[in-house]
T-cell receptor
Framework: KNQVEQSPQSLIILEGKNCTLQ??????????LRWYKQDTGRGPVSLTI?????NTKSNGRYTATLDADTKQSSLHITASQLSDSASYIC?????????????FGRGTQLTVWP | EADIYQTPRYLVIGTGKKITLECSQT?????MYWYQQDPGMELHLIHY???????EKGDLSSESTVSRIRTEHFPLTLESARPSHTSQYLC?????????????FGPGTRLTVL
């Protein structure tokens, strides 16, 4: 069964600190992995997309890593800001269908305190 | 910010009412999607469309229906709303000619059925 598991479920950190969010997946055949940021009451916004051959990708203070062998990914946030408070969702796409089906994790709810 | 819009943003209605959730995108994307998301849970695909006059049911069974008469418009209709339909509904679109088939999400409609 294709699944995406994220940890931790929730995380509280102080402004300025770094944090790392984890994602494990069983989706096969693998196409790409995305990290989305979803603010409360809003739709998800893409942060990074990585294919099988990429093992790291950065977008400002966000750095995602991918280990396709162990089927694990992480999202590292550097020097956190209050605006980073949101849910971070790991999404894996398969290449077994023309739709490019997406499998969503439940997200990690990050709260940044001043 | 993606050019995909949803109205209304919030809707509170009584049981048995017919409702239509609107979704429009101005990016000329051929594929459009509807997802349902409950608090703290993953997004579930309920409907999708490859293009005009094409609609398919997603992974999660839903009593809603959709139509795709114009490329930019993908409304979702509930003929008789029930409390079990209370959820957040997210619309998304993508361009099948672009790498990764990245999906862009609207802001969502929070539906509450009393």
């Amino acid at each position: 069964k294709n699944q995406v598991e994220q940890s931790p479920q929730s995380l509280i950190i102080l402004e300025g600190k770094n944090c790392t969010l984890q994602c494990n997946y069983t989706v096969s055949p693998f196409s790409n992995l995305r990290w989305y940021k979803q603010d409360t009451g809003r739709g998800p916004v893409s942060l990074t997309i990585m294919t099988f051959s990429e093992n790291t990708k950065s977008n400002g203070r966000y750095t995602a890593t991918l280990d396709a062998d162990t089927k694990q990914s992480s999202l590292h946030i550097t020097a956190s800001q209050l605006s980073d408070s949101a849910s971070y969702i790991c999404v894996v796409s398969d290449r077994g269908s023309t739709l490019g089906r997406l499998y969503f994790g439940r997200g990690t709810q990050l709260t940044v305190w001043p | 910010e993606a050019d995909i819009y949803q109205t209304p943003r919030y809707l509170v209605i009584g049981t048995g009412k017919k409702i239509t959730l609107e979704c429009s995108q101005t990016m000329g994307h051929d594929k459009m999607y509807w997802y349902q998301q409950d608090p703290g849970m993953e997004l579930h695909l309920i409907h999708y469309s490859y293009g005009v006059n094409s609609t398919e049911k997603g992974d999660l069974s839903s009593e809603s229906t959709v139509s795709r008469i114009r490329t930019e418009h993908f409304p979702l209709t509930l003929e008789s709303a029930r409390p079990s339909h209370t959820s957040q509904y997210l619309c998304a679109s993508s361009d099948s000619q672009v790498s990764y088939n990245e999906q862009f999400f609207g802001p969502g409609t929070r539906l509450t059925v009393l």
